[in-house]
Protein backbone atom coordinates (compact mmCIF):
# COMPACT_ATOMS: atom_id res chain seq x y z
CA UNK A 1 0.00 0.00 0.00
CA UNK A 2 3.07 2.36 -0.13
CA UNK A 3 2.92 2.70 -3.47
CA UNK A 4 -1.03 3.71 -3.28
CA UNK A 5 0.19 6.00 -0.45
CA UNK A 6 2.94 8.24 -3.00
CA UNK A 7 0.34 8.19 -5.81
CA UNK A 8 -2.81 9.45 -3.34
CA UNK A 9 0.05 12.36 -2.01
CA UNK A 10 1.23 13.13 -5.71
CA UNK A 11 -2.83 13.22 -6.67
CA UNK A 12 -3.44 15.89 -3.90
CA UNK A 13 -0.02 17.87 -4.65
CA UNK A 14 -1.12 18.07 -8.56
CA UNK A 15 -4.98 19.00 -7.58
CA UNK A 16 -3.32 22.24 -5.13
CA UNK A 17 -0.95 22.96 -8.30
CA UNK A 18 -3.84 22.58 -11.07
CA UNK A 19 -6.14 25.11 -8.63
CA UNK A 20 -3.88 27.12 -6.89
CA UNK A 21 -1.57 27.99 -10.68
CA UNK A 22 -5.31 28.38 -12.19
CA UNK A 23 -6.95 30.98 -9.62
CA UNK A 24 -3.60 32.75 -9.00
CA UNK A 25 -2.78 33.30 -12.56
CA UNK A 26 -6.57 34.14 -13.32
CA UNK A 27 -6.33 36.53 -10.30
CA UNK A 28 -3.05 38.24 -11.82
CA UNK A 29 -4.48 38.56 -15.44
CA UNK A 30 -7.80 39.91 -14.10
CA UNK A 31 -6.29 43.01 -11.61
CA UNK A 32 -3.59 43.47 -14.44
CA UNK A 33 -6.53 43.88 -17.52
CA UNK A 34 -8.73 45.98 -14.86
CA UNK A 35 -5.12 48.57 -14.52
CA UNK A 36 -5.35 49.04 -18.50
CA UNK A 37 -1.79 49.25 -18.14
CA UNK A 38 -0.92 47.74 -21.61
CA UNK A 39 2.55 46.94 -21.04
CA UNK A 40 1.84 45.06 -17.66
CA UNK A 41 -0.96 43.29 -19.38
CA UNK A 42 1.23 41.93 -22.36
CA UNK A 43 4.00 40.85 -19.75
CA UNK A 44 1.41 39.50 -17.28
CA UNK A 45 -0.74 37.29 -20.07
CA UNK A 46 2.44 36.03 -21.55
CA UNK A 47 3.49 34.62 -17.71
CA UNK A 48 -0.18 33.29 -18.11
CA UNK A 49 0.26 31.40 -21.16
CA UNK A 50 3.33 29.97 -19.86
CA UNK A 51 2.20 28.64 -16.61
CA UNK A 52 -0.71 27.20 -17.87
CA UNK A 53 1.06 24.76 -20.48
CA UNK A 54 3.96 23.96 -17.22
CA UNK A 55 1.30 24.10 -14.31
CA UNK A 56 -1.77 23.52 -15.55
CA UNK A 57 -1.49 21.16 -18.85
CA UNK A 58 0.66 19.01 -17.11
CA UNK A 59 -1.70 18.72 -14.02
CA UNK A 60 -4.68 18.41 -15.87
CA UNK A 61 -3.48 15.28 -17.45
CA UNK A 62 -1.80 13.77 -14.23
CA UNK A 63 -5.05 14.22 -12.09
CA UNK A 64 -7.54 12.03 -14.16
CA UNK A 65 -4.89 9.61 -14.49
CA UNK A 66 -4.15 9.02 -10.78
CA UNK A 67 -7.34 9.55 -9.94
CA UNK A 68 -8.45 6.50 -12.35
CA UNK A 69 -5.77 4.42 -10.65
CA UNK A 70 -6.58 5.06 -7.04
CA UNK A 71 -9.68 4.38 -7.63
CA UNK A 72 -8.96 1.01 -9.26
CA UNK A 73 -6.64 0.08 -6.85
CA UNK A 74 -8.58 1.00 -3.94
CA UNK A 75 -11.62 -1.58 -5.36
CA UNK A 76 -13.45 1.83 -5.62
CA UNK A 77 -16.56 1.85 -8.43
CA UNK A 78 -16.49 4.56 -10.94
CA UNK A 79 -20.36 4.57 -9.97
CA UNK A 80 -19.66 6.00 -6.70
CA UNK A 81 -21.62 8.97 -6.26
CA UNK A 82 -19.24 11.47 -5.45
CA UNK A 83 -16.67 9.86 -7.49
CA UNK A 84 -18.55 10.20 -10.36
CA UNK A 85 -19.81 13.57 -9.49
CA UNK A 86 -16.19 14.32 -9.00
CA UNK A 87 -15.27 13.12 -12.99
CA UNK A 88 -18.16 15.07 -14.16
CA UNK A 89 -17.49 18.45 -12.72
CA UNK A 90 -13.57 17.63 -14.03
CA UNK A 91 -14.85 16.88 -17.16
CA UNK A 92 -16.97 20.52 -16.94
CA UNK A 93 -13.76 22.19 -15.75
CA UNK A 94 -11.68 20.81 -18.27
CA UNK A 95 -14.20 21.89 -20.85
CA UNK A 96 -14.21 25.64 -19.51
CA UNK A 97 -10.40 25.62 -19.65
CA UNK A 98 -9.49 24.16 -23.46
CA UNK A 99 -10.98 27.41 -24.87
CA UNK A 100 -9.27 29.45 -22.12
CA UNK A 101 -5.88 28.85 -23.63
CA UNK A 102 -6.54 29.87 -26.23
CA UNK A 103 -8.72 32.91 -25.52
CA UNK A 104 -5.66 33.50 -23.19
CA UNK A 105 -3.41 33.18 -26.24
CA UNK A 106 -5.61 35.42 -28.25
CA UNK A 107 -5.11 38.14 -24.91
CA UNK A 108 -1.64 37.87 -25.12
CA UNK A 109 -1.23 38.46 -28.53
CA UNK A 110 -3.95 41.64 -28.49
CA UNK A 111 -2.12 43.28 -25.48
CA UNK A 112 1.78 42.50 -27.09
CA UNK A 113 0.24 44.24 -30.44
CA UNK A 114 -1.17 46.99 -28.39
CA UNK A 115 2.26 47.81 -26.40
CA UNK A 116 4.22 47.24 -29.63
CA UNK A 117 2.02 50.48 -30.73
CA UNK A 118 1.53 51.99 -27.51
CA UNK A 119 -1.76 51.82 -27.74
CA UNK A 120 -4.77 51.12 -25.14
CA UNK A 121 -5.88 47.62 -25.19
CA UNK A 122 -8.39 47.17 -27.91
CA UNK A 123 -11.97 46.62 -27.50
CA UNK A 124 -11.30 42.98 -29.18
CA UNK A 125 -9.60 42.38 -25.95
CA UNK A 126 -12.42 43.29 -23.82
CA UNK A 127 -14.76 40.93 -25.94
CA UNK A 128 -12.04 37.82 -25.63
CA UNK A 129 -11.39 39.16 -22.09
CA UNK A 130 -15.18 38.64 -21.11
CA UNK A 131 -15.75 34.97 -22.67
CA UNK A 132 -12.46 34.58 -20.47
CA UNK A 133 -14.13 35.53 -16.91
CA UNK A 134 -17.15 33.70 -17.90
CA UNK A 135 -15.57 30.63 -18.78
CA UNK A 136 -13.45 30.91 -15.72
CA UNK A 137 -16.47 31.09 -13.45
CA UNK A 138 -18.01 27.58 -13.81
CA UNK A 139 -14.18 26.13 -13.93
CA UNK A 140 -13.71 27.76 -10.71
CA UNK A 141 -16.92 26.39 -8.91
CA UNK A 142 -16.90 23.09 -10.51
CA UNK A 143 -13.16 22.75 -8.92
CA UNK A 144 -14.15 23.77 -5.66
CA UNK A 145 -17.29 21.58 -5.44
CA UNK A 146 -14.25 18.12 -6.69
CA UNK A 147 -12.24 19.40 -3.17
CA UNK A 148 -15.30 19.13 -1.46
CA UNK A 149 -16.62 16.12 -2.85
CA UNK A 150 -13.16 14.69 -2.78
CA UNK A 151 -12.71 15.37 0.94
CA UNK A 152 -16.03 14.73 2.56
CA UNK A 153 -16.99 11.64 0.19
CA UNK A 154 -20.34 11.98 0.94
CA UNK A 155 -22.53 8.83 0.84
Known sequence: MEHY???KWLHIVSSTV????GIGTAFFLLMTTRSKD??????VARTVVLADWIFTATTAVFQPVSGFYLAHVAGMPLGTRWLMWSI???AVALAC???VVRLQQRMRDLAEAAA???EPLPASYTRVFRTWVALGIPAFLAFVAIFYLMTVKPA
Do not use: D, K, N, Q
Not at 18 to 21: A, R, S, V
Open 116 to 118: RLE
Open 38 to 43: VRAVAS
Open 97 to 99: WLP
Open 88 to 90: VLY
Open 18 to 21: LFGT
Open 5 to 7: AIV
